[in-house]
């Protein structure tokens, strides 16, 4: 009996044993089909939370190699974005190098038969000069007197001024388009005559282009891009443009897509240098002579200013870099754009950039525009170039209308693309902050503190207290007598008084507010020919404020809490 028990308990035994999947190992348990069951139920919760615990480590493996993966990404773009950098710094130091290259001919570290050089150099090109403009100055009382009876000599000392100028170089054109934007300062005849320099001045040959397009791009540049139409479709005083497509994808840029290539003029430099030196010694010699205060119009020190603005120029990876910053500024802005520069074909004498449609600004100053298509460009074009100047502190210095194309964005909006960006001005925040306040008196119309800041800000002065004061009064007269007026509207009479009070007081003007002035000038030349009657105030004076708060902040945001302090105490005291 006690055999038959044991041998049916051995029997149970062996039905309940259950060999489960862990590792091939085999579990027993000894009862009833309830413990059966819960023993089983107890083996698999175990056997789950082993396969949580793989699960977690492969995750934990997985996730080390992706964060391994990403390390590795990151590495790269670090390495790519270093080489990008250098490649950056190293074209900076080449037109660097360019630009002290310009340098030397203001400098006076040179041996004896070097200096010789460099003025008998000068020499001849102011005979150059010389000889091209002596015809003109005979041939214009000429054609005064005749005018009514031989009409044919006034249009042939137009055309020989016009050639005279193309000729003289990069300095004389560009000073001849700023003037063709001024109908309010020069006669309608000479705005029409000399707007033909805005983007049709003379170009060169296609064999130079040819041997420029060899020399930075190489012998298969052909394989790259496509010019089909060897006439260039502008031509301006420092190079002239092709329209063509790429001939092959590279990067983000497909094939077939148009492009703008400009190429510089070769032997531009050499004009360039010699007309800056030029420029030096003569204003020079003006600021030397006794008696008529012509230093304190700051004269060589706009020369200068100008010489930093016109040498990058000469170099087209700076534009490239400019249009790069432009389309940062009015990236959120859908009616002002910028051509997209390419960068890895473009090189100190060949920019490519996108190819940009649209009609020339001067198209809606006809009488057959219509009314609100003039008004609405003439206040967008003034806006863009406050936003430039106010907010942005980085300035289109070349807005002759030859370089405003105009299009209707996606929304049918007339928008402006602004072209050839090579040339720009930037002041830096000091000299921002004083221009901005500057300009904020005057069209607050007081006077008085703007003729104080426009003292303190200057570099030299020799004005004596009482000078100064009457300086001072005088811009408050300015601004009393001509109350239907606002500074930004009439830049070009404001500047001229107020340079005829600087030399009177011997107060020395700063040249940047000289040449941010100017800058204005011509935009309000160009808005002046749309909408006369617009007032430039009301989209000015908003963002003169929002300038004044934004340097506001950023000075707040450099005082310590304890320079905090100490300006709140001190200001209680005051009180």
């Known amino acids: 009996m006690l055999r038959s028990s044991t041998s049916m308990m051995s029997a149970a035994v062996r039905k309940s044993a259950y ?143 016009l050639y005279g100028i193309e000729v003289a170089g990069p300095t004389f054109i560009k000073l001849s388009q700023w003037a063709s934007t001024r109908s309010d300062l020069f006669p309608a005849e000479f705005c029409l005559r000399f707007a033909r320099l805005q983007d049709a001045t003379r170009g060169h040959t296609w064999s130079a282009t040819e041997t420029t397009l060899i020399e930075q791009l190489g012998p298969d540049w052909d394989q790259k891009l496509e010019i089909d139409n060897k006439e260039p479709i502008g031509s301006g005083c420092i190079a002239q443009v092709y329209q063509g497509k790429m001939r092959a994808a590279t990067g983000m840029k ?112 006809t009488p057959g525009a219509k009314q609100q298509d003039r008004e609405d460009l003439a206040h967008l074009g003034v806006k863009t170039v406050m936003e430039m100047l106010f907010m942005y502190d980085f300035v289109h210095g070349d807005l002759h209308p030859g370089n405003i194309m105009v299009f209707r964005n996606k929304e049918n909006e007339l928008s402006m693309n602004l072209l050839d960006c090579g040339i720009c001005v930037e002041m830096g925040e000091s000299d921002h902050k004083n221009l901005i306040n500057i300009l904020g008196a005057f069209i607050k119309r007081d006077g008085l503190l703007a003729g104080k800041l426009m003292v303190d800000t200057a570099k030299h002065k020799n004005a004596t207290d009482d000078d100064v004061r009457l300086f001072c009064e005088g811009i408050q007269k300015i601004c009393s007598d001509d109350l239907d007026n606002n500074f930004l509207e009439k830049v070009g009479d404001y500047l001229a008084d107020i340079c005829d009070l600087a030399c009177r007081h011997k107060v020395k003007l700063e040249s940047k507010f000289i040449n941010a002035s100017l800058a204005v000038e011509i935009i309000e030349g160009l808005a002046c020919k749309l909408h006369p009657e617009m007032e430039v105030q009301k989209v000015a004076l908003p963002l003169v404020l929002k300038a004044e708060v934004m340097h506001g902040i950023r000075k707040a945001k450099d005082l310590s809490w304890g320079e905090w302090f100490t300006n709140l105490t001190g200001g209680a005291k005051q009180d």
């Open 19 to 161: 060999r489960l999947p862990n590792r091939g190992l085999s579990y027993s348990v000894i009862g009833g089909p309830s413990t059966v069951r819960t023993a089983k139920n107890v083996l698999l919760n175990r056997n789950a939370a082993g396969g949580i615990d793989r699960i977690l480590q492969r995750f934990k493996i997985g996730g080390e190699r992706l964060k391994l993966s990403r390390m590795i990404m990151l590495a790269l773009a670090a390495m790519a974005l270093e080489k990008q950098r250098q490649q950056a710094l190293q074209a900076n130091c080449e037109a660097l190098k360019q630009e002290r290259s310009l340098l030397d001919y203001e400098k006076n570290e040179m041996s004896y038969l070097q200096r010789l050089g460099r003025s008998l150099r000068a020499l001849r090109r102011i005979g150059v000069l010389t000889c091209l403009f002596i015809p003109a100055g005979v041939l214009m009382p000429v054609a005064y007197a005749t005018q009514n009876v031989a009409p044919r000599i006034s249009d042939v000392t137009w055309e020989y001024i």
């Open 254 to 365: 497909k094939a077939g897509e148009e492009v703008a290539i400009k190429i510089v003029h070769p032997h531009i430099r050499e004009k360039v240098e010699l007309d800056f030196y030029i420029l030096n010694k003569l204003t020079r010699f003006l600021e030397s002579l006794p008696r008529f205060n012509f230093e304190y119009l700051a004269m060589s020190d706009s020369v200068e200013q100008f010489r930093q603005i016109m040498v990058p120029q000469l170099d087209l990876r700076c534009e490239a870099k400019n249009l790069e910053k432009f389309r940062i500024h009015f990236a959120e802005n859908n009616r002002v754009e910028f051509p997209e520069p390419f960068d890895h074909l473009t090189s100190s004498n060949i920019l490519v950039e996108g190819f940009c449609r649209g009609s020339r600004i001067m198209s809606y100053a």
